[in-house]
């Protein structure tokens, strides 16, 4: 079954670190560029992070620059977002999504609550 | 950065009926680049069309989508009571990815 799994969400105080991680199974990893997309409670998407197929390359919505970081594993099959100096705003669902060739989100994960507060 | 507004922010119809749910983008957007999502409560998005009129896969012929520019529209021929639920567009340009803040088809 083609799948992505995250894991690594809970209640972290403001200024916080937490790692998601998001593992894929059921397709070809390493051929896909990989995102976070995140749902804070009852608001609408917003795009978080993208890399390349081979890490070379990453982009972040301005909110998230300097604190979030993006990067994957092959060997694991895996998605990681590393969040730093965390904020209530930052309170969210936050998605694994593949991305199709068009610039698309084709396969999405459960997702990951991310609590911020003290 | 490209905004995209929807509109209406609720529609209110009954099953059997049409909807036609708009996004508008702030600047031009490549038709190849834009995308529309259903989001159920507790579930996560699911794709519906690409490149603005390409249906995914498993997606039934009553949603098509069309558009081009700034004006891109979403329309569902006759609504099944599985259709009600939250639809975002999306559009991608210059290495960012925005999605608009969705449109709401509840059952009238």
């Known amino acids: 079954e083609v799948q992505l799994v995250e894991s690594g969400g809970g209640l972290v105080q403001p200024g916080g670190s937490l790692r998601l991680s998001c593992a894929a199974s059921?397709?070809?990893?390493?051929?896909?560029?990989m995102s976070w997309v995140r749902q804070a409670p009852g608001k609408g998407l917003e795009w978080v992070a993208n890399i390349k197929q081979d890490g070379s390359e990453n982009y972040y919505v301005d909110s998230v620059k300097g604190r979030f970081t993006i990067s994957r594993d092959h060997a694991k099959n895996s998605l990681y977002l590393q969040m730093n100096s965390l904020r209530a705003e930052d309170t969210a669902v936050y998605y694994c999504?593949?991305?199709?060739?068009?610039?698309?989100?084709?396969?999405w994960g459960r997702g990951t609550l991310v609590t911020v507060s003290s | 950065e490209i905004v995209l507004t929807q509109s209406p922010g609720t529609l209110s119809l009954s099953p059997g009926e049409g909807a036609t749910l708009s996004c508008r983008a702030s600047q031009s957007v490549s038709s190849s680049y834009l995308a529309w999502y259903q989001q159920k409560p507790g579930q996560a998005p699911r794709l519906l069309i690409y490149?603005?009129?390409s249906r995914a896969t498993g997606i039934p012929d009553r949603f098509g989508g069309s558009g081009s520019g700034t004006d891109f529209t979403l329309t569902i021929t006759r609504l099944e009571p599985e259709d009600f639920a939250v639809y975002y567009c999306q559009q991608y340009g210059s290495s960012q990815i925005t999605f608009g803040p969705g449109t709401k088809v509840d059952i009238k």
């Open positions: 999504a593949k991305i199709g060739h068009y610039w698309y989100f084709d396969l």
């Open positions: 490149a603005a009129s």
């Open positions: 059921g397709l070809t990893f390493s051929n896909s560029w």
